[in-house]
């Protein structure tokens, strides 16, 4: 592969790197997992990047989308969610999973495998 690349197991994507895990964390688990190896919870930043995962899996992942005290949902780096909005049933659920597309509030106890992403 031409370098600089992803490290094993890792996709390859628009010249960033994504790892889908096998296990199953709670939210602020898969965050530390994610920054042990060098990377972040998934943030999507685009739709081209949004077209790319509904391909990838069919059952929830956590990605880098939490709501704020203020209300808001915030990615990991800091950026404010916009044009979409979180699929949400009760105000306890403050972490984000993207399933089929979408994204959907959940507690952040829940058990669910990640998405870590860095780049190359």
Not at 3 to 18: A, F, L, S
Not at 94 to 118: M, R, T, Y
Request: proline share 4%.
């Amino acid at each position: 592969c031409p370098c600089p690349c992803c490290p094993e197991q890792w996709v390859t994507y628009r010249g960033r790197c994504y790892s889908f895990s096998k296990e199953m964390k709670d939210w602020n688990s898969s965050r530390e997992s994610c920054r042990a190896q060098g990377a972040h919870l998934l943030v999507i930043s685009n739709t081209s990047e949004m077209d790319f995962f509904p391909i990838q899996h069919t059952k929830s992942h956590w990605i880098g989308l939490q709501r704020s005290i203020h209300g808001d949902w915030v990615w990991e780096d800091g950026s404010k969610l916009s044009g979409k909005k979180v699929n949400s049933n009760s105000r306890v659920q403050n972490c984000a999973v993207l399933l089929d597309g979408a994204f959907h509030a959940s507690s952040c106890e829940v058990q669910a495998p990640w998405i870590c992403e860095k780049s190359v």
